[in-house]
């Protein structure tokens, strides 16, 4: 969490933002999902607290909050670690060794699937089909994604973030998972940014499209 966090604190803090983003849609409903990310972002997490706050500041029923924040696997209920891994383990990802590759996952990081590294470094998440189907074993660190995983790619992966913590250099880890790694220039295990996958790469642009229909209460 990165502020205080109460239902009082978060309508004092997000009242004129959500304000700006309800412009920008045609009912109140429509800004519930730019909403709860945008919590999401400033606290790191969205629960119950956060759902009665943005129920009550777009002046919605709490239930079209909820339905919303628990049905999109982007919203998260707890507090998690800096990186989230979130490895696809639908049926094509399956058949080409997710399940080989999230077992690594837990041995490397001495975690299970759900929980988070002691240093609060990884949050380990299984998710269904991540749209890279073509790409498979596919993963996404935060917002970005990697595919045609190895071991061999996934341990370069882990390695250069885990360095980067350790050197203090992990103020933007979203951006160094960008980056090249390697001497011959080639991108980490076959990133690809979020963009045009899902609504947003930041709260900015996330409040300036349409969310993604979700379930009709």
């Given at each position: 969490?990165?502020?205080?966090y109460s239902k009082q604190t978060i309508i004092a803090d997000l009242t004129a933002p959500i304000a700006?983003?309800?412009?920008?849609?045609?009912?109140?409903?429509?800004?519930?999902?730019?909403?709860?990310?945008?919590?999401?972002?400033?606290?790191?997490?969205?629960?119950?607290?956060?759902?009665?706050?943005?129920?009550?500041?777009?002046?919605?029923?709490?239930?079209?909050?909820?339905?919303?924040?628990?049905?999109?696997?982007?919203?998260?209920?707890?507090?998690?670690?800096?990186?989230?891994?979130?490895?696809?383990?639908?049926?094509?990802?399956?058949?080409?060794?997710?399940?080989?590759?999230?077992?690594?996952?837990?041995?490397?990081?001495?975690?299970?699937?759900?929980?988070?590294?002691?240093?609060?470094?990884?949050?380990?998440?299984?998710?269904?089909?991540?749209?890279?189907?073509?790409?498979a074993p596919a993963m996404m660190v935060n917002e970005i994604y990697h595919t045609k995983l190895s071991?061999?790619?996934?341990?370069?992966?882990?390695?250069?973030?885990?360095?980067?913590?350790?050197?203090?250099?992990?103020?933007?880890?979203?951006?160094?998972?960008?980056?090249?790694?390697?001497?011959?220039?080639?991108?980490?295990?076959?990133?690809?940014?979020?963009?045009?996958?899902?609504?947003?790469?930041?709260?900015?642009?996330?409040?300036?499209?349409?969310?993604?229909?979700?379930?009709?209460?």
């Amino acid at each position: 969490m990165t502020a205080e966090y109460s239902k009082q604190t978060i309508i004092a803090d997000l009242t004129a933002p959500i304000a700006d983003i309800v412009k920008r849609y045609p009912t109140q409903r429509s800004a519930i999902m730019p909403a709860l990310y945008l919590a999401q972002e400033k606290y790191g997490f969205i629960d119950e607290t956060a759902y009665l706050a943005i129920s009550e500041i777009l002046d919605v029923p709490e239930i079209w909050v909820f339905e919303l924040a628990s049905f999109y696997t982007l919203y998260k209920n707890k507090n998690i670690g800096k990186c989230h891994l979130q490895i696809c383990t639908n049926v094509p990802c399956m058949l080409r060794g997710a399940y080989d590759m999230l077992e690594h996952l837990q041995t490397r990081l001495g975690i299970s699937q759900g929980d988070t590294s002691k240093d609060g470094l990884f949050t380990l998440s299984t998710v269904e089909c991540i749209g890279s189907c073509d790409v498979a074993p596919a993963m996404m660190v935060n917002e970005i994604y990697h595919t045609k995983l190895s071991k061999q790619s996934i341990n370069q992966l882990l390695d250069q973030l885990t360095q980067a913590e350790t050197e203090s250099l992990a103020t933007d880890i979203l951006s160094l998972t960008q980056n090249t790694s390697s001497a011959n220039n080639e991108p980490l295990a076959n990133e690809q940014p979020l963009a045009n996958k899902q609504f947003s790469e930041n709260t900015e642009s996330l409040t300036k499209s349409e969310p993604t229909a979700g379930p009709e209460s």
